[in-house]
């Protein structure tokens, strides 16, 4: 099975996917890793080079590409929140054995998960002040909002709720392996 993982950042795509993949003995993916190894360049380098975040995924649809052709089977890939929009679409609604899920929590447990990265992709601690939480909780709200048109296109729909990352994986085992 090929399963694609989505959802808005922070949701817990890799932590998750990397938990799901090593529990059924799959490969794992994550989309923005294999970016930067393909393109040799942290992201934020990368996206200054388009105007639009639909010309970055124009040119980094290859690497969905290269890991779909260059793999039979048997692993995941935790794409970025726009996962199932234009280019990326395009490329996973013509493989019928790719099985997309989409990882859906609420802003404020989002939030609470929420991590930062400087420019060369390397995490960093932020102490968010009330109305810097106040920001990121809108902002959540904001992608949850405009990334769910997209999302209805995925096989399944999780609601994490607030469950810790191994219940996740042991919910998404008994959904998509029954």
């Not at 609470?112 to 968010?128: A, C, T």
């Not at 048109?149 to 042991?170: C, F, M, P």
């Amino acid at each position: 099975m090929k399963i694609i993982l989505t959802g808005v950042s922070c949701v817990g795509k890799s932590t998750i996917g990397k938990m799901f993949a090593d529990k059924v003995g799959y490969s794992f993916f994550d989309f923005d890793y294999e970016v930067e190894n393909y393109f040799k360049r942290p992201i934020s380098f990368l996206k200054r080079d388009f105007l639009t975040e639909h010309s970055y995924r124009n040119k980094t649809r290859v690497v969905l590409s290269k890991i779909l052709e260059e793999n039979e089977d048997n692993f995941i890939i935790a794409m970025p929140p726009s996962g199932l929009m234009d280019y990326y679409w395009k490329i996973i609604k013509q493989d019928d054995s790719l099985v997309t899920v989409v990882l859906k929590d609420r802003a404020k447990n989002i939030l609470q998960r929420i991590r930062f990265y400087d420019d060369n992709s390397n995490p960093i601690e932020v102490e968010l002040s009330k109305e810097s939480e106040s920001y990121y909780l809108k902002e959540i709200s904001l992608d949850i909002e405009y990334f769910g048109r997209t999302y209805n296109r995925a096989n399944y729909q999780y609601r994490i709720d607030g469950k810790s990352a191994s219940e996740v994986v042991d919910d998404l085992v008994a959904l998509l392996f029954p």
